[in-house]
């Protein structure tokens, strides 16, 4: 294997880093003072940046309260302590399950993971002053982009996940070939096919044990065409799967939705989902990433796969333009609703409703956000259907703020309807 010369790499990636940290300048800016920009989604947007807000992070209401006195009181031990724990838990994030990729092909690589570590340690101090400005969500990003100044700093152009991402794809095609029709048929082929799309929410690399998932999953699919799906659903091991809000939503009129996308792999169960909104009569526009980030779908990816022989009976929807392809002109996790392009914008005004898939996504536009005792709900123009698997500690977080009485858990499937 090839080694790569740790002092060029540290120079580089400091170079990169720069660059990110202007960047993240100029994206806290425009949050901070352009939130009349989001009047083309939101009623009100004044409290939109409170949402997971790092001055007042914490597990609980008197953590949270606490955590915010302390940080208007004495900033310096705010940062010691509060931020200091969080961007540890980044980092190790970082350490254990995204740079062990990143360095694999190189000689040496345990001296290059070491410099990056301590680059982006540094970095995120160096960000203090921004990111008390920002979000919990702003820092994740951050995370995510600094992979990318990695990749820049190695002068690899490599895609992200590319390898993983094929597999992804390749494993949930095969199972998608195998299930379509009996899934089509069922009698309950909405209810079926909408906890499979929620349960692939699974298949993200970030992940330990998603190759485990893969394997399995066609087994369960093929357990749930056998069984009695609607008892399943009914049952207390799914409390959060709001499937009679979506049933009424999607069989009484014909809508156009606005569907956005997360994961390859996922994908696939997501466009089983979309052929039966099409088959009803509904008219989808997919939103998929303009930019490659971790194993998120990009629109060009989804393009390539649709353009598969196994999916190849889609085409004709987009033909007569009943099935649209769009992006959302981010390579974050999630979309900021600040920088979408005109194209979505126009989407989102000419749906009756979204649907959401993922953490991402339901962390960028949330139900609402705690104010000491009180809940402040926002107020989106559209409802909104989220489907999403709990699986990380931020989304646990998150859930938090927008559950007012029991939560999901860990591994939970949830598909939630919103409406202000």
């Known amino acids: 294997m090839p080694s790569f010369d740790p002092t060029i790499f540290e120079k580089s990636l400091q170079i990169e880093l720069n660059k990110l940290k202007t960047t993240l300048k100029t994206e806290i800016s425009t949050k901070n003072n352009s939130l009349e920009d989001l009047l083309w989604c939101l009623k009100d947007s004044s409290q939109f940046l409170s949402f997971l807000s790092l001055q007042s992070i914490g597990r609980n209401k008197i953590e949270k309260a606490s955590n915010f006195i302390l940080f208007r ?40 993971s070491s ?29 995510s982009q600094s992979l990318k100044c990695i990749r820049a700093a190695l002068k690899s152009q490599a895609s992200y996940y590319i390898e993983e991402k094929k597999t992804q794809d390749r494993l949930c095609l095969r199972t998608y070939k195998e299930v379509r029709e009996e899934v089509i048929k069922h009698p309950y082929n ?10 692939a929410n699974f298949i993200d690399s970030a992940i330990d044990d998603v190759n485990t998932f893969l394997y399995g999953f066609f087994d369960e699919i093929n357990e749930w065409i056998d069984s009695d799906i609607l008892a399943l659903v009914k049952s207390n091991d799914h409390p959060h799967f709001d499937y009679y809000s979506f049933i009424n939503k999607i069989e009484k009129n014909k ?4 569907y956005e996308l997360d994961n390859c792999g996922e994908v696939i169960f997501d466009l089983l989902l979309v052929e039966l909104l099409l088959l009803k009569g509904h008219q989808v526009t997919l939103c998929a990433k303009l930019h490659p980030v971790l194993n998120d779908v990009t629109e060009k990816r989804l393009t390539t796969l649709l ?24 390579g974050n996790i999630g979309k900021s609703l600040f920088e979408v392009s005109d194209t979505y914008k126009n989407s989102y005004k000419k749906a009756d409703c ?66 202000s």
């Open 190 to 199: 909405l209810l079926l096919a909408t906890l499979i799309a929620v349960k």
């Open 255 to 258: 809508h156009s939705i606005l």
């Open 73 to 112: 009181v004495n900033k310096k031990l705010w940062k010691r302590s509060i931020y200091k724990k969080v961007t540890l838990k980044i980092i190790n994030s970082l350490k254990t399950r995204y740079l062990p990729r990143e360095f694999k092909d190189y000689d040496n690589k345990h001296e290059l």
């Open 307 to 330: 353009d598969t022989k196994i999916l190849s009976h889609l085409k004709k929807y987009i033909q007569n333009k009943q099935l649209s392809i769009i992006h959302s002109n981010s």
């Open 354 to 419: 979204l649907i959401l898939k993922g953490q991402g996504n339901f962390l960028n536009m949330p139900m609402n956000v705690k104010k000491g005792r009180h809940s402040i709900a926002f107020e989106y123009s559209k409802p909104i259907f989220y489907l999403f698997t709990v699986k990380s500690e931020i989304i646990e977080y998150a859930i938090k703020e927008s559950f007012e009485e029991t939560r999901p858990e860990k591994n939970e499937l949830v598909l939630k309807y919103y409406q």
């Open 115 to 143: 410099v990056a570590e301590h680059k982006i340690m540094t970095f995120f101090d160096h960000c203090f002053g921004l990111l008390t400005k920002g979000s919990l969500i702003d820092m994740m990003n951050l995370s």
